[in-house]
């Protein structure tokens, strides 16, 4: 069994700032934890979620931790940055939609 799943979030640090031109939504795929980072339970299972936002749709994974603790895409790329950082690797590019 695993320690960690992957999930794909939108990263919002890597979208240019607002009143720069078009938006463009840039979404990340990152390892994580299994286990909820505030009480160690198991993560609920991801399942991929269609937005839709200023004429552009992309995806997302979507979960809800049976603990009912949530996780909001900032801290779980702060997460997998952390992760990332401790085995010696960077995040994986993002993608731009």
């Not at 995806?59 to 931790?65: A, P, S, Y």
């Not at 702060?78 to 995040?91: H, S």
């Amino acid at each position: 069994m695993t320690d960690t799943i992957t999930v794909t979030v939108r990263d919002r640090t890597a979208e240019p700032g607002w009143g720069s031109g078009l938006l463009r939504v840039c979404t990340r795929k990152v390892e994580i934890s299994i286990s909820c980072a505030h009480c160690g339970g198991r993560r609920g299972i991801p399942k991929p979620t269609y937005q839709h936002e200023d004429g552009i749709t992309y995806w997302v994974d979507t979960w809800t931790n049976p603990c009912g603790h949530v996780d909001h895409y900032a801290s779980v790329l702060a997460e997998a940055l952390v992760l990332a950082a401790a085995r010696g690797t960077a995040l994986p590019p993002t993608t731009t939609h």
